[in-house]
């Protein structure tokens, strides 16, 4: 399929809904919902069997209804058994992408894989690229399209999602939401009848609003084909997998959802290690690492600083990277004499570079300047942001407020966090380096100022330091793996 | 069908490649096998060798650790005669006795998903409890060699471990890279197997070698 018909896909000029339903709680009332609701600019038409008004909006009874040449997509909600048909009157009106949603395919017995195989050879016969059967549907922002059957709509942003099931994607989303680092574009393959999730990471790799692909996997069956193909696209973009079926009983469950066969994990660990992608365990680890990868640069060295404004954090921070490729440096003999001068007596001295509440209002952004842009450091972790207006909260909610002073204190304490994260993210943008900032106020509180801020300046706030040096360790680990190929030739 | 090769035939194969191995020999009289431990004064290991053999320490088929002439020619005697027939015998290995107390696994298997696979890992008795082993797609690069050997979770094993030196990464990654390289290039290849590749003074050697290789004219 080439790049047009993925254009059609994702930015098309107009959309036609296939079986648009009056009933509420039916696939095809709640697709046609979804495309009306989140923006998308282009015409929408709809087809119902009786003519059915739906959602206020007239429909055609049949697609040889709507004009010719106009309409790029059709989202199908009808039962398989008229698909093919359906799909010969969309070829005729110059339909270039169908995504099905209609479920009675390869996941249904004999049967339905039969259909599933007439379906792919119909649509390569017609030039249709299709998508699915049985999936959920996709979102593209730079379009405001949510052509899905489920929520949500997340923000724009240059992740973009790819999944062997469509539950993913919406988990994906989630966190997309909740965190505001966004989303490009989103897919769920269903069955992968024509193309599957490697297709859709070609795809995002040639496309300007994608910087990073995040991909849910339970089964791969063309294995060197797709290991091939995947270290192609990494050479592009970082790709972030999450893959089911890493267990034994986990492997079962994969094969009767997705009719996959189950590979020794410990393979396809190997394979991505290889093929240059990030594999996460879990979807949370997976949303950081591409959080990372789409709003930080990557480091070009290991050497990381830790920052904290009281101790503890700094303990656990230091042992998280234990296990990584990053190396907790030695601060450089200069670094300490500045930070000496900025710094009361009692702070740590080496890294983590504990404040121990010395901080003022001017020397945590000086300290920040200092460490991040010293030329010995590769990367820098900031924790303790968001504390001040935490217990600004608790005053503003407390009885006494905004009396006693604490009405000017409050607001002093959300100016200063604000202002913390504003100085660290320019300080990264200045030096180019990665500035990660973690805190679980993220997920605790996200009105606090500090996380606010973050959110604002379009990055990602890390729910905790370990999650934080995780993420930063495949970013890392992504630039290692680049700079094999400038020193050996690729194989 | 596949066929196994004998231990020295695969050994032979493997050479070719880089594959490190002791220096021994392949006799089929007591007398060679004396001739051939004069060259050295370290005690001697003795093996019966063939395609067929299974279980040979079992079989009480591999003597550990003899020196002198005598038991040399009486131990290489003992081998050839407890030959069986279906053993497909070749005759018996001798090789210098090696001492090293970490040893690891390597070899080519193939994934029914992603085909053949560099495989490396901790070998040794608690091997399998432990299970700690790395794969990658064959062929791999250099690159991949070394990140295998930075997957090993027993990372201590790879430094100065119990008075001997730490093993040299460039000599082990270089092992991984010639069974690559076999992998690619001996047709019909099924699969190797080095167990034990010990450590000795830092370099890894392979002390026994398995290939398996798909016979000609035959389906997989």
Redesign the interface.
């Known amino acids: 399929m080439s790049t047009d018909h993925f254009k059609a896909l994702f930015d098309p000029r107009a959309i036609v809904v296939a079986g648009a339903s009056t009933h509420p709680g039916k696939f095809g009332f709640v697709a046609l919902h979804n495309i009306l609701s989140c923006g998308y600019a282009g015409k929408v038409f709809a087809t119902n069997r009786e003519r059915a008004e739906v959602l206020g909006r007239a429909t055609f009874a049949d697609l040889s209804e709507i004009p010719d040449g106009v309409v790029d997509l059709m989202f199908v909600c009808t039962p398989a058994a008229s698909n093919p048909e359906l799909l010969r009157q969309a070829a005729a009106k110059g339909i270039r992408a169908a995504f099905i949603a209609s479920a009675g395919y390869g996941e249904s017995g004999d049967e339905g894989r039969q259909l599933q195989t007439e379906l792919v050879e119909l649509a390569n016969e017609l030039d249709i690229l299709v998508v699915g059967p049985n999936g959920q549907g996709l979102v593209s922002t730079p379009s405001q399209l949510c052509a899905q059957i489920v929520a949500p709509y997340p923000p724009a942003g240059s992740i973009g999602i790819a999944s062997q099931s469509g539950n993913f994607v919406s988990s994906f989303m989630n966190l997309s939401r909740q965190s505001g680092v966004g989303v490009s574009r989103a897919i769920s393959v269903g069955n992968a009848a024509q193309v599957g999730v490697i297709d859709m990471l070609e795809y995002y790799a040639e496309d300007p609003e994608t910087s990073v692909g995040l991909v849910y996997l339970e089964g791969v069956t063309d294995g060197r084909e797709f290991a091939d193909r995947l270290e192609a696209v990494c050479r592009r973009m970082p790709v972030v997998i999450v893959k089911g079926g890493s267990s034994g009983s986990g492997a079962k469950a994969a094969a009767s959802h997705t009719g996959s066969l189950a590979t020794d994990d410990r393979v396809f660990d190997g394979m991505c290690r290889q093929a240059g992608a990030a594999r996460a365990s879990s979807v949370s680890e997976a949303f950081d690492i591409a959080a990372a990868f789409a709003t930080l640069p990557t480091p070009s060295g290991p050497r990381l600083a830790i920052v904290t404004t009281v101790g503890g954090w700094g303990v656990l921070a230091a042992d998280a990277t234990a296990t990584t490729s990053l190396e907790l440096v030695d601060l450089p003999d200069d670094l300490r004499t500045t930070l000496d001068g900025l710094l009361p007596p009692r702070w740590s001295r080496n890294n983590p570079i504990d404040l121990a509440g010395g901080e003022t209002k001017d020397t945590v952004p000086a300290v920040l300047d200092a460490v991040v842009g010293h030329s010995g450091i590769d990367a820098t972790l900031v924790l303790g942001m968001g504390i001040q207006s935490n217990q600004g909260r608790l005053e503003r909610e407390g009885p006494f407020f905004p009396d006693h002073g604490l009405e000017r204190i409050v607001a002093f304490h959300d100016r200063q966090d604000s202002r913390y994260v504003e100085v660290a993210l320019a300080a990264s943008v200045a030096a180019q380096k990665p500035v990660l900032i973690a805190s679980e106020l993220a997920i605790a509180d996200p009105t606090n100022a500090a996380v606010t801020a973050v959110r604002e300046a379009k990055r990602y706030c890390f729910p905790s330091a370990e999650r934080a040096v995780k993420a930063l360790h495949h970013l890392y680990r992504r630039t290692q793996w680049l700079d094999s190929f400038t020193d050996e030739p690729s194989s | 069908m596949t066929t196994t090769l004998s231990e020295s035939e695969s050994k032979a194969l493997l050479s070719k490649f880089g594959v490190p191995f002791l220096p021994e020999a392949l006799v089929t009289s007591p007398a060679e096998a004396v001739a051939f431990a004069a060259s050295s004064s370290s005690p001697m290991a003795l093996k019966l060798c063939g395609a067929n053999i299974a279980h040979k320490s079992e079989r009480g088929l591999v003597h550990l650790g003899v020196s002198g002439a005598d038991s040399i020619r009486d131990s290489c005697q003992k081998l050839l005669e407890a030959a069986r027939p279906e053993d497909n015998a070749t005759g018996v290995l001798i090789a210098p006795m090696a001492n090293g107390l970490r040893e690891f696994i390597a070899g080519i298997s193939v994934?029914?998903?992603?085909?053949a696979?560099v495989v490396f890992g901790l070998g040794g008795v608690l091997a399998e409890a432990i299970a700690d082993?790395?794969?990658?797609?064959a062929?791999?690069?250099?690159?991949?060699a070394f990140?295998?050997l930075a997957?090993l979770r027993s990372q201590s094993l790879l430094g100065d471990f119990r008075g001997e030196p730490a093993v040299n990464l460039e000599a082990l990654a270089n092992l991984l890279c010639a069974l690559s390289t076999a992998s690619s290039e001996i047709d019909g290849l099924v699969s190797i197997d080095l167990n034990p590749v010990m450590i000795i003074n830092g370099m890894p050697v392979a002390l026994d070698a398995l290939v398996e290789i798909e016979q000609p004219g035959t389906a997989a």
Do not use: A, C, Q
Request: no cysteine; glycine share 4%.
């Open positions: 994934d029914p998903v992603f085909g696979t082993v790395t794969v990658r797609l062929p791999i690069r250099r690159h991949d990140d295998m997957s």
